[in-house]
Nanobody
Framework: QVQLVESGGGLVQAGGSLRLSCAAS????????MSWYRQVPGKQRRLVAA???????NYADSVKGRFTISRDNAKNTVYLQMNSLKFEDTAVYYC?????????????WGQGTQVTVSS
């Protein structure tokens, strides 16, 4: 059994910062890519940022220069530092991870954390 638990969401004023965390736990042999997605009501879930286990990153154009994804492989944890937040960053943020639980690779999702940016 694998769980991804997110934390760090909340309400912040435009221009402010938040840091999201997502920790994977359970019967984990190894973790490959880890990512953050976000979703607003009525819209598809969209990729925000991703990081490989080697540290390579990619970002959605809308967050480049403002958000930074990082990970701690020893803790199976991924972070998303969000700076210069805008109203349009308001969404539920989900982490996911590609995890091997003993010969089986599978994508796991967190439960989501709400980020609300007030204008």
């Amino acid at each position: 059994q694998v769980q991804l638990v997110e934390s760090g969401g909340g309400l912040v004023q435009a221009g402010g910062s938040l840091r999201l965390s997502c920790a994977a736990s359970g019967s984990i042999f190894s973790v490959n890519g880890m990512s953050w997605y976000r979703q607003v009501p009525g819209k598809q879930r969209r990729l925000v940022a991703a990081v490989t286990n080697g540290g390579s990153t990619n970002y959605a154009d809308s967050v480049k220069g403002r958000f930074t994804i990082s990970r701690d492989n020893a803790k199976n944890t991924v972070y998303l530092q969000m700076n210069s937040l805008k109203f349009e960053d308001t969404a539920v943020y989900y982490c996911n991870a590609y995890i091997n639980t003993g010969g089986v690779w599978k994508i796991y999702w967190g439960q989501g954390t709400q980020v609300t940016v007030s204008s």
